[in-house]
């Protein structure tokens, strides 16, 4: 019933478009020409994720916890320096009787989040109006303002001496060769995580302050991911958490992950708009998960007994991580910024005479790029070991 009301209401604002006051008669439709600018219906998608976590974890707080504190205490290295983290927020349920009408309301419209986010699940919310967040410091939320403001410095930057986004609306990437066309695709989806990394720490940022801690969206950049998993798990990641807890878990989780990554998928474009481009976006997505899900099973399995097992290993890795990356740019290409007679023409381009050495040096750069991340993740192991 949950899910059938929301998502209800969810098309029916698209489809009506935040609705007319016409439809209430004729004597208001002089109304119509008052709207103003806020688009309503597009930050309430926002409120469907919020509605959904509230009824789920309302009726979870009704029955039998299986969250063991105590073990997680052992290896969250927050909470063994005495303050809470996140999980143990979300996980540790309400009593029923806390979860009044007026907390409800004030979950659904809290100013910080309400616009574009991070999402946060209604058992950390309600958590931190009691107990605000004590993981962030006063000086570790000041130095997350100075760092946002040294980003929006970055993108004033760009956007004054750097056209990518100015090529696509245009339509002349189709003028262009394929080494241009390559530049143009990847400044624009650098853009882009810039952009949301933005809009998602400003608004967390005013939430800190206000003594609310939320999931942090963007903690990977965006030339550091070489997997479709690690991708999602570092792009919007309040929303993949939330997927995950409110979706895929209760579709089955892992145990069905081959069904799921496709409802899971097509669930998120249909909550982003009704198109098809984003349709696309998600089928494509999911078709390029399908190998990485059946090679990392098969990597899990394989156990390495030699030194060159072990390099003949990390070598398939990142020849996986350059095709995985090669996709990831054509997915959200299509989804965001071309369409996909825009990738058909951009894939035909790539195939002719003047265009294969281009994506013979695009894919051997990607493959380079993989191997140094991978040398980035064994500094950072090395980094935090106990050790």
């Given at each position: 019933?949950?899910?059938?009301?929301?998502?209800?209401?969810?098309?029916?604002?698209?489809?009506?478009?935040?609705?007319?006051?016409?439809?209430?008669?004729?004597?208001?439709?002089?109304?119509?020409n008052?709207?103003?600018?806020?688009?309503?219906?597009?930050?309430?998608?926002?409120?469907?994720?919020?509605?959904?976590?509230?009824?789920?974890?309302?009726?979870?707080?009704?029955?039998?916890?299986?969250?063991?504190?105590?073990?997680?205490?052992?290896?969250?290295?927050?909470?063994?320096?005495?303050?809470?983290?996140?999980?143990v927020?979300?996980?540790?349920?309400?009593?029923?009787?806390?979860?009044?009408?007026?907390?409800?309301?004030?979950?659904?419209?809290?100013?910080?989040?309400?616009?574009?986010?991070?999402?946060?699940?209604?058992?950390?919310?309600?958590?931190?109006?009691?107990?605000?967040?004590?993981?962030?410091?006063?000086?570790?939320?000041?130095?997350?303002?100075v760092?946002?403001?040294?980003?929006?410095?970055?993108?004033?930057?760009?956007?004054?001496?750097?056209?990518?986004?100015?090529?696509?609306?245009?339509?002349?990437?189709?003028?262009?060769?394929?080494?241009?066309?390559?530049?143009?695709?990847?400044?624009?989806?650098?853009?882009m995580?810039?952009?949301?990394?933005?809009?998602?720490?400003?608004?967390?940022?005013?939430?800190?302050?206000?003594?609310?801690?939320?999931?942090?969206?963007?903690?990977?950049?965006?030339?550091?991911?070489?997997?479709?998993?690690?991708?999602?798990?570092?792009?919007h990641?309040?929303?993949?958490?939330?997927?995950?807890?409110?979706?895929?878990?209760?579709?089955?989780?892992?145990?069905r992950?081959?069904?799921?990554?496709?409802?899971?998928?097509?669930?998120?474009?249909?909550?982003?708009?009704?198109?098809?481009?984003?349709?696309?976006?998600?089928?494509?997505?999911?078709?390029?998960?399908?190998?990485e899900?059946?090679?990392?099973?098969?990597?899990?399995?394989?156990?390495?007994?030699?030194?060159?097992?072990?390099?003949?290993?990390?070598?398939?890795?990142?020849?996986?991580?350059?095709?995985?990356?090669?996709?990831?740019?054509?997915?959200?290409?299509?989804?965001?910024?071309?369409?996909?007679?825009?990738?058909?023409?951009?894939?035909?381009?790539?195939?002719?005479?003047?265009?294969?050495?281009?994506?013979?040096?695009?894919?051997f750069?990607?493959?380079?790029?993989?191997?140094?991340?991978?040398?980035?993740?064994?500094?950072?192991?090395?980094?935090?070991?106990?050790?």
């Amino acid at each position: 019933m949950l899910w059938t009301f929301n998502i209800f209401f969810l098309f029916c604002n698209r489809i009506y478009e935040g609705y007319s006051f016409s439809i209430f008669g004729q004597q208001f439709e002089f109304l119509d020409n008052f709207r103003g600018t806020f688009r309503w219906h597009i930050c309430f998608n926002f409120v469907v994720l919020r509605m959904l976590s509230f009824g789920y974890d309302y009726h979870w707080s009704q029955l039998d916890s299986h969250f063991d504190q105590e073990k997680h205490v052992m290896r969250c290295s927050l909470c063994k320096l005495g303050k809470t983290c996140y999980v143990v927020r979300q996980e540790r349920g309400l009593a029923s009787d806390s979860c009044s009408f007026s907390l409800y309301l004030c979950y659904l419209v809290y100013a910080p989040l309400y616009l574009a986010g991070p999402i946060i699940s209604f058992n950390a919310f309600a958590s931190q109006l009691d107990m605000p967040q004590n993981t962030l410091s006063f000086k570790d939320v000041a130095w997350y303002g100075v760092r946002w403001l040294f980003s929006f410095l970055l993108i004033e930057l760009m956007t004054h001496l750097f056209y990518y986004n100015a090529f696509v609306i245009s339509g002349l990437w189709r003028e262009l060769s394929p080494v241009e066309i390559f530049i143009v695709g990847y400044g624009v989806l650098n853009f882009m995580w810039l952009k949301f990394l933005l809009l998602w720490r400003y608004f967390r940022f005013w939430s800190l302050v206000n003594g609310i801690e939320t999931v942090e969206n963007m903690p990977n950049c965006i030339n550091n991911c070489y997997s479709l998993e690690l991708f999602w798990k570092t792009w919007h990641a309040s929303f993949n958490r939330w997927l995950i807890r409110y979706m895929y878990i209760p579709l089955g989780g892992s145990r069905r992950k081959f069904l799921n990554v496709w409802v899971v998928f097509t669930f998120v474009a249909m909550w982003h708009d009704l198109e098809w481009k984003l349709l696309s976006w998600a089928w494509l997505t999911c078709l390029f998960f399908m190998p990485e899900m059946l090679l990392k099973s098969a990597s899990s399995a394989y156990k390495v007994e030699s030194a060159f097992g072990e390099f003949l290993l990390r070598e398939l890795k990142a020849l996986s991580g350059a095709v995985t990356i090669t996709c990831l740019m054509i997915a959200n290409l299509a989804g965001y910024v071309i369409g996909p007679s825009g990738i058909n023409w951009m894939v035909s381009s790539f195939l002719k005479r003047e265009g294969v050495p281009v994506l013979g040096g695009v894919f051997f750069s990607l493959y380079v790029g993989t191997k140094l991340m991978f040398h980035i993740q064994d500094l950072r192991s090395v980094a935090h070991s106990p050790k």
